[in-house]
């Protein structure tokens, strides 16, 4: 599909609500292993609107639509492209796909080989890979009886769920990275419904090896958190490494050939496969540069949580003096309390020094209060892709 006007056919998952909308697959410079698909398309009445939209295409290809398949990038200056498609979708012009008749999960392991790569970088030297040289790679048919490589792809899917699990706008966010650690992981409910989510409970996610306790500090949660993360990439790594080993096993494909598709790749494309990515998460002790970041990311979900969970959606940022009405900070206050319980004291003096220098001489936490009051929505809009679910408003009387 080409819608034609994407300002009016296509939304961010989170501004939708209720049914008529289904994720729409719109291309992207990363879909490798799990595309991000943030884009819903209007398809009430079975797309009745887009279908007969005159500045549009249609919708060509409809047999084709709400398939598992594999979808890829197909402007790219490295291999390793395709990702897995939801059945619950629809794609764009920029969002090619591939869809198998049967073995999807082995042939998400082949397309995202070396090997593969390869014999695509033999058809052409330009970074597009179009439609009729994708389907010129051979398919050998022992690839269906490896079930080693649709086991690494489920692997690898739910491994890269369990990084964007706490990346607020993919339809897998389940809370920030801090509370995970904690064992406190929740959505929020923009997020719940969204047909993608269905992975999540079919695939194996990666669990933190580590957790921490209320009564440890936030830097404690951090490096634990640091140390999930870098175990996550590690895990990645290892996914794509023993797909490469199946597939060459699979075509017998001698080490010495395999150095000549590993040279070439490199001489082809910014990547070099040989080179290889050190992890080390033993090696974190302290808090990394991340640290803030995740501290923010605790203070806004308890935001979003707040708005979401108020009946008609408004919290005063500051104190009005109204006791019904109870402003932001009273809100993260609280879902403090409710994480940390009796050491929810100090788990909020920890955020507020993470959040600025001011002393708590007036006040006890100057400097959550004036982040949520002056900084919150600038750092939601900059999370949220300029698409806000929070909307900040003011009038002369208030």
């Given at each position: 599909i080409a819608t034609g006007e994407d300002s009016r056919f296509l939304k961010l998952f989170w501004e939708v609500s209720g049914s008529g909308w289904v994720p729409f697959s719109k291309g992207g410079k990363d879909a490798w292993i799990l595309p991000r698909v943030g884009k819903m398309i209007n398809w009430k009445e079975n797309g009745v609107e887009v279908r007969h939209y005159s500045g549009g295409n249609g919708t060509p290809s409809e047999e084709f639509y709400f398939n598992e398949a594999l979808t890829y990038t197909v402007a790219k200056e490295s291999g390793r492209r395709f990702g897995y498609l939801h059945e619950s979708s629809i794609f764009g012009h920029k969002g090619s796909v591939l869809i198998p008749d049967r073995a999807t999960w082995n042939a998400l392991s082949y397309t995202n080989s070396h090997l593969f790569t390869y014999l695509m970088l033999t058809q052409t030297p330009e970074r597009m890979w179009e439609i009729g040289q994708v389907s010129k790679v051979p398919w050998r048919e022992e690839l269906e009886d490896r079930d080693e490589l649709a086991d690494l792809s489920k692997q690898a899917v739910g491994t890269l769920i369990s990084k964007r699990q706490h990346d607020f706008i993919s339809p897998h966010y389940n809370g920030p990275v801090l509370l995970s650690i904690?064992?406190?992981?929740?959505?929020?409910?923009?997020?719940?419904?969204?047909?993608?989510?269905?992975?999540?409970?079919?695939?194996?996610?990666?669990?933190?090896?580590?957790?921490?306790?209320?009564?440890?500090?936030?830097?404690?949660?951090?490096?634990?958190?640091?140390?999930?993360?870098?175990?996550?990439?590690?895990?990645?790594?290892?996914?794509?490494?023993?797909?490469?080993?199946?597939?060459?096993?699979?075509?017998?494909?001698?080490?010495?050939?395999?150095?000549?598709?590993?040279?070439e790749i490199a001489l082809r494309t910014i990547e070099d496969p040989r080179e290889r990515e050190e992890y080390d998460p033993e090696s974190i002790t302290e808090p990394t540069d991340d640290f803030p970041e995740m501290v923010k990311d605790l203070v806004m979900h308890f935001a979003l949580k707040a708005v979401s969970e108020n009946d008609d959606g408004i919290v005063p940022l500051c104190d009005t003096g109204?006791?019904?009405?109870?402003?932001?900070?009273?809100?993260?206050?609280?879902?403090?309390?409710r994480v940390f319980g009796e050491y929810a004291d100090d788990r909020l003096a920890e955020a507020d020094q993470v959040l600025g220098d001011e002393p708590p001489e007036e006040e006890a936490y100057p400097n959550l209060r004036r982040w949520l009051e002056d900084d919150l929505f600038g750092y939601h809009l900059d999370k949220f892709e300029r698409t806000p679910i929070l909307w900040r408003i003011t009038s002369e009387r208030l």
């Open positions: 904690l064992g406190e992981p929740e959505t929020i409910p923009t997020h719940a419904d969204h047909p993608h989510r269905e992975l999540r409970d079919e695939l194996e996610l990666v669990e933190p090896e580590e957790t921490v306790s209320p009564e440890d500090s936030l830097g404690d949660a951090a490096v634990a958190a640091a140390r999930h993360l870098e175990r996550i990439e590690a895990d990645l790594q290892t996914c794509a490494d023993e797909i490469d080993e199946a597939v060459f096993d699979c075509f017998d494909i001698t080490d010495e050939q395999q150095e000549t598709i590993l040279q109204d006791d019904e009405r109870p402003h932001l900070l009273a809100h993260v206050e609280d879902e403090f309390e």
